[in-house]
């Protein structure tokens, strides 16, 4: 299964779109069904045109989006004979400077990804040139134009869409008018392309680009957005005025354009994110939840003080006529979210057990098997680091499972330190270690003359894996988990020493299910926030609920529960928790200082993302707004909370 094919639902009722979107949504369950739904609608229009003896020119964008489209492409090549003899191409754009063959070009992503695994003609395949000179961009930029307009102009056009808007490497600025040109890049562009260049200062400065203008005179267009992180510019983009702040918000002038996206990116549309703005709806649970956590805030009232008034005032008379009283839905949500308030996530020992207790704290298995899933060697204290200290100091038997090595993710400096260190030492204290002197030697030789974005040899991708490992070591010990409870994974996807991982595999969740069997969890733990920008927390999630899937009619499952935690990139909103765990201020100290032990990723991370906080200032400031939030509401106050989301295989995650 892809990395594409999970997506968090939105558990909100499907409602029509409405006049506040200015560019028509389709909205699927799951990535990979939008991006299936695309290739089906490129396929037929290839051969409709093959029908008419009319080539057809499509438009190709790069990047995480548009590549399950691009793999069920060449799926229907390869089985229901969809032929590309008649297809021509234009790639989107290119960084510059940059050569065709490099990791990070466009070109090769495009071969890589498409063109190498058709019958498409090499004559009919056109990409920005990023290796030529600087005095012959404007001249080529105008052949571009003229090959575009040659080739009949573009049939289709596939667009991603960046976190600030662009289209293309069209920048905040870009106006409708602009055609094919030569581009500076944004700093937080740069930033976000940091990842698959091995840190922003090797981001190119530039890049050639089709313009707004060249876009927009496609005949169809299909824009993509996955994920939560897209939610907040597909609103922007769709419902409100088209300005070059935002250049995808031109296309709302297009005749032709539908926006296709997961639930998780449509989240922030109006229909979904208050669709009691657009008439009248089913009031489930969900939304009601929603629509009273949204008015107590927007009131700055608790929610057992909201009255009548501020219900109407908000619009809210059908959500009152369907509960009769203000009062009765405030009491609901109220008892709702207080039930979500959890001091023991593992649940209570018979001497703990009082009457009253909820039903969670009342279970009869204690002590518990715990794993925590980690993607990453940090997730697991970044996270849920107050938790994880719960656990083990509540007496549960907690495992830590750290899915990937996290190799890439280190500086060349440290890595050359350890190297040197380890030589130094065994020189100094007269301990023979055969290698050690040439491996030394290797790793100076190697990344003094590494190039950027190149590669690390395996040499240097095992120092730097290492280093992660003791970090994850000590991290772990400061929660008080030993070390026989930590579980290397390695997961095979992940040893490509890029950014760019490979598909899941049988082998990954072959991994995963055996120690599940070894284990035999009550409780596990997998992180659930699907906004990583590389990918690997949506593959490695994947992989655990593969594996459950796989484990569920054992009789050690009957009794397990899967908790899905966020924290690294963003956070459960109110409404979505089930479980929230208090901190007090002494837990959340001991989280930071578990945190500070992966020292490689202190004071800065090689791949920060668009947030550039460090990763446990981040932590602390999303679970002080959880708690801020809590008490706001009229729950208790805490220093911080962490929240926690139920994976049951039917609903929260979608296979």
């Given amino acids: 299964m892809s990395e594409t094919d999970l997506a968090v639902t939105s558990h909100l009722t499907k409602l029509p779109s409405t006049i506040r979107e200015r560019i028509p949504c389709r909205v699927y369950s799951k990535a990979s069904d939008a991006s299936i739904a695309a290739a089906a609608e490129i396929a037929n229009l290839i051969r409709l045109r093959e029908l008419k003896g009319l080539p057809c020119t499509l438009g190709l964008a790069t990047g995480s989006s548009p590549t399950r489209i691009y793999e069920e492409l060449v799926r229907l090549h390869r089985e229901d004979g969809l032929s590309f003899a008649g297809v021509v191409v234009f790639s989107l754009d290119e960084f510059f400077p940059m050569q065709p063959r490099e990791l990070?070009?466009?070109?090769?992503?495009?071969?890589?990804?498409?063109?190498?695994?058709?019958?498409?003609?090499?004559?009919?395949?056109?990409?920005?040139?990023?290796?030529?000179?600087?005095?012959?961009?404007?001249?080529?930029?105008?052949?571009?134009?003229?090959?575009?307009?040659?080739?009949?102009?573009?049939?289709?056009?596939?667009?991603?869409?960046?976190?600030?808007?662009?289209?293309?490497?069209?920048?905040?600025?870009?106006?409708?008018?602009?055609?094919?040109?030569?581009?500076?890049?944004?700093?937080?562009?740069?930033?976000?392309?940091?990842?698959?260049?091995?840190?922003?200062?090797?981001?190119?400065?530039?890049?050639?680009?089709?313009?707004?203008?060249?876009?927009?005179?496609?005949?169809?267009?299909?824009?993509?957005?996955?994920?939560?992180?897209?939610?907040?510019?597909?609103?922007?983009?769709?419902?409100?005025?088209?300005?070059?702040?935002?250049?995808?918000?031109?296309?709302?002038?297009?005749?032709?354009?539908?926006?296709?996206?997961?639930?998780?990116?449509?989240?922030?549309?109006?229909?979904?994110?208050?669709?009691?703005?657009?008439?009248?709806?089913?009031?489930d649970e969900m939304i009601t939840r929603r629509a009273v956590i949204s008015l107590s805030l927007q009131t700055g009232k608790a929610i057992l003080k909201l009255t009548e008034a501020d219900y109407n005032e908000a619009g809210f008379q059908d959500l009152l006529a369907n509960h009769g009283s203000a009062y009765a839905i405030n009491l609901s949500v109220f008892r709702h979210l207080q039930s979500t308030i959890v001091g023991w996530p593992g649940g209570k020992p018979a001497h703990a057990k009082q009457v009253g207790d909820r039903p969670g704290d009342?279970?009869?298995?204690?002590p518990k098997r715990v794993i925590v899933f980690s993607p990453h060697p940090d997730d697991d204290v970044i996270s849920m680091g107050g938790t994880l200290i719960r656990l083990v100091d509540q007496g549960h038997d907690v495992h830590i499972a750290y899915q990937t090595s996290g190799n890439i993710a280190v500086f060349d400096n440290d890595a050359l330190k350890f190297a040197e260190f380890a030589a130094e030492f065994c020189r100094r204290f007269g301990i023979k270690a055969d290698g050690l002197d040439q491996l030394e030697d290797h790793v100076d030789e190697f990344l003094r003359h590494k190039r950027s974005g190149q590669v690390d040899s395996v040499e240097v991708?095992?120092?730097?894996?290492?280093?992660?490992?003791?970090?994850?070591?000590?991290?772990?010990?400061?929660?008080?988990?030993?070390?026989?409870?930590?579980?290397?994974?390695?997961?095979?996807?992940?040893?490509?020493?890029?950014?760019?991982?490979?598909?899941?595999?049988?082998?990954?969740?072959?991994?995963?299910?055996?120690?599940?069997?070894?284990?035999?969890?009550?409780?596990?733990?997998?992180?659930?926030?699907?906004?990583?920008?590389?990918?690997?927390?949506?593959?490695?999630?994947?992989?655990?609920?593969?594996?459950?899937?796989?484990?569920?009619?054992?009789?050690?499952?009957?009794?397990?529960?899967?908790?899905?935690?966020?924290?690294?990139?963003?956070?459960?909103?109110?409404?979505?928790?089930?479980?929230?765990?208090?901190?007090?201020?002494m837990e959340v100290e001991r989280k930071r200082a578990a945190i500070f032990k992966h020292q490689s990723q202190k004071d800065r991370a090689l791949f920060p993302g668009s947030d550039m906080r460090e990763f446990w200032q981040r932590a602390e400031a999303r679970n002080a707004e959880t708690a801020r939030r809590y008490d706001a509401l009229g729950l208790a106050e805490y220093a911080a909370i962490e929240g926690f989301v139920r994976w049951d295989g039917q609903t929260g995650i979608s296979l």
């Avoid at 009342?362 to 204690?366: H, M, P, T, V």
């Avoid at 991982?501 to 055996?514: E, N, Y």
């Avoid at 120690?515 to 992989?543: F, M, N, W």
């Fill in 362 to 366: 009342r279970d009869d298995i204690f």
């Fill in 461 to 585: 991708q095992r120092i730097k894996g290492l280093i992660r490992r003791s970090e994850a070591r000590e991290g772990a010990r400061c929660c008080g988990v030993p070390d026989e409870n930590l579980h290397f994974l390695d997961l095979p996807f992940y040893q490509t020493g890029r950014v760019k991982k490979s598909p899941l595999g049988s082998d990954d969740i072959r991994i995963t299910v055996d120690l599940l069997r070894e284990v035999k969890p009550h409780q596990i733990y997998a992180a659930g926030d699907l906004s990583d920008p590389h990918g690997t927390h949506r593959t490695c999630l994947s992989a655990i609920l593969q594996a459950c899937v796989q484990c569920q009619n054992e009789d050690w499952y009957q009794a397990c529960v899967v908790w899905l935690y966020r924290g690294a990139w963003q956070e459960w909103a109110p409404e979505q928790i089930e479980v929230a765990v208090p901190l007090s201020p």
């Fill in 104 to 283: 990070q070009s466009n070109a090769r992503f495009l071969r890589e990804y498409l063109t190498d695994h058709v019958d498409i003609d090499p004559a009919n395949i056109h990409f920005p040139n990023g290796a030529i000179g600087k005095a012959d961009i404007p001249a080529f930029c105008v052949d571009y134009e003229e090959r575009i307009a040659a080739a009949g102009g573009i049939d289709l056009q596939i667009l991603g869409l960046s976190r600030i808007g662009h289209i293309g490497c069209n920048e905040p600025g870009s106006d409708r008018r602009t055609r094919t040109r030569m581009i500076t890049l944004d700093r937080v562009t740069r930033i976000d392309a940091a990842s698959d260049f091995f840190g922003a200062e090797n981001v190119p400065r530039h890049a050639i680009t089709m313009g707004v203008g060249t876009i927009l005179e496609a005949e169809r267009i299909l824009l993509l957005g996955f994920g939560e992180g897209k939610a907040s510019v597909i609103a922007k983009t769709v419902e409100e005025e088209a300005t070059s702040a935002v250049p995808a918000s031109f296309l709302q002038g297009h005749k032709n354009v539908d926006v296709f996206l997961d639930e998780a990116a449509a989240s922030a549309l109006t229909r979904f994110a208050t669709p009691w703005l657009c008439g009248p709806i089913t009031w």
